[in-house]
């Protein structure tokens, strides 16, 4: 009994420790598998690639290159887009990388749209990386027996299945030939069916190459909403070439689409935790060579031309480079001098009109005198129009003061105008006197507008002019008197009897033969 008591205790111990390291296994396993599932959900670094992208707005150079790329076949680079292939029969057309990608884990977008006038198109689109470029071939546009992964963007059902326009992934170890007549589908690695033709917006497709597994989303190019992407298929375990080229390519057959590519994007994936290596590092030592080589030869060129430049022209050589440019003040003033002279020769212009219309008032006065001077002898019979015309005078003598006001208040116009020219010219002139000048100018235009308004106003109609109306016209005759009437009645009801009369005169004879 004393040995099973003695005991007791130390079956305790070892239970409680037994327990306390399988409680402490079971957290430290937990906390690995919920840190290797952050880890896992945490996304990779994106770093943007422009020697391996293309887009607008200012896509090709003056000489139809694209940078970084060469395009062969019917490809037709402009300044927003790259026409792989025009809405013609059996074309062909391609763009490729000049350079070779090495990047272990990458990401590209891809912005295009295919459009054409029938129901149907052919023969599609396609996206590759491939070992080399393939420049020219029968599988849309590019060569067979390619080494990497295409994913080609199918519009013409060749099968005769109805799985067309379809999305699908195709890889190659240099040894496959492409199956045209099932559209690939016996060597398809993944396959989606999406509708990308005739889009209201641009379709965007984005394709994922990290850790072995390569995944395609689209956008259905029914939203401008860039980010709105929807899943098509993923590759699991997916070994590609860790150098290669990026390519578009595009055909069309008896069919024909128009297949645009906006834009080309490659960003490098690089995982959480490892830093991306420095661009230096993506050049090779020759390359580096080679540029050094040339930059030290441009210096030295450079350095000689300015030499040359010194010995002709040794009298710039102690001015600072910074003079020869027009500064932001010099820019001011110099906008400020040419509105107040476009504002001198709008003046100037109505100034001339206005000369015109004094001149044409003067010329209504004189006539309108040498009326009222002809018919002053008459004055029992005309008394009422020497009133008018009398007022006709009154008003165009107050026209004629009016007028030689605002002529006046442009002479002073044109003498302020004429006065900022001169201190400006002079010597620089204050901002504060520029403002009173310019608001003195803007008084007198107000003025001269309210004046002119009032003219406009005042100019009534000649009381002296008679409306002159039309006589009436007499009422019309009516077409048909009563006696035409009565005597076309009797004349119809006539005719009427006669024709029955000689209707049953006939009758009658052709009865006398039965």
């Known amino acids: 009994m004393a040995v099973s008591i003695a005991q007791r205790p130390a079956a305790n111990a070892r239970l409680l420790i037994l327990t306390f390291l399988t409680t402490l296994i079971f957290h430290r396993s937990v906390a690995d598998v919920a840190a290797g599932a952050s880890t896992s959900e945490e996304p990779p670094h994106r770093r943007f690639e422009y020697k391996y ?28 887009q790259v026409r792989i292939t025009p809405s013609l029969r059996s074309q062909r057309g391609t763009v490729w990388t000049k350079n070779r990608v090495n990047f272990e884990h990458w990401e590209a977008e891809v912005t295009f749209r295919v459009s054409g006038r029938g129901r149907m198109g052919a023969d599609g689109l396609a996206v590759w990386f491939t070992t080399a470029q393939g420049l020219d071939g029968p599988v849309y546009g590019a060569a067979d027996q390619w080494n990497g992964v295409g994913v080609f963007f199918d519009s013409f059902d060749n099968d005769g299945k109805k799985n067309n326009p379809a999305i699908i992934v195709v890889g190659n170890n240099g040894n496959l030939v492409y199956d045209h007549q099932n559209d690939g589908t016996t060597q398809a690695l993944g396959t989606c069916l999406r509708d990308f033709r005739n889009k209201p917006y641009p379709v965007r497709a984005k394709i994922t190459y990290y850790k072995k597994t390569l995944t395609v989303l689209i956008n259905n190019g029914f939203t401008p909403d860039k980010e709105d992407y929807e899943f098509c298929t993923k590759v699991d375990n997916m070994v590609i070439p860790t150098e290669g080229f990026f390519g578009i390519s595009a055909a069309t057959g008896g069919l024909a689409d128009d297949h645009d590519v906006l834009s080309f994007l490659l960003f490098r994936l690089t995982e959480p935790g490892q830093q991306p290596p420095p661009p230096e590092s993506e050049i090779p030592k020759e390359e580096k060579d080679k540029y050094q080589e040339e930059f030290q030869n441009f210096q030295q060129e450079l350095d000689k031309k300015k030499e040359e430049f010194q010995k002709e022209h040794p009298d710039v050589q102690g001015e600072p480079i910074e003079d020869l440019y027009e500064t932001v003040n010099d820019r001011e003033i110099r906008q400020v001098f040419e509105g107040q002279n ?10 001339r009109q206005l000369a015109m219309i004094l001149d044409e008032q003067r010329r209504y006065v004189s006539v309108i005198t040498d009326e009222v001077g002809k018919k002053g002898a008459n004055a029992e019979s005309g008394q009422l129009d020497v009133q008018h015309l009398g007022s006709v005078v009154a008003t165009q003598q107050e026209v004629l003061k009016n007028l030689h006001e605002l002529r006046n208040s442009f002479h002073e116009s044109l003498k302020q105008i004429g006065s900022v020219q001169h201190q400006g010219n002079a010597g620089g002139m204050g901002t504060y006197e520029t403002i009173q000048h310019f608001n003195d100018i803007k008084e007198h235009l107000h003025t001269v507008k309210r004046d002119v308004e009032h003219l406009v106003q005042r100019n009534v109609p000649n009381p002296a002019e008679k409306v002159v109306k039309c006589p009436e016209l007499p009422p019309m005759p009516s077409c048909l008197s009563t006696i035409h009437f009565v005597i076309f009645i009797v004349v119809q009801s006539v005719l009427f009897f006669c024709y029955i009369m000689y209707k049953s005169q006939q009758e009658a004879a052709a009865k006398k033969f039965f």
């Open 53 to 80: 992208s293309f887009k607008g707005p200012h896509l090709s150079q003056t000489d139809g290159s694209i940078p970084f790329w060469i395009h062969t076949g019917n490809a037709i680079p402009s300044a927003d």
């Open 342 to 351: 476009r504002i001198h020769l709008e003046i100037k212009q109505l100034h």
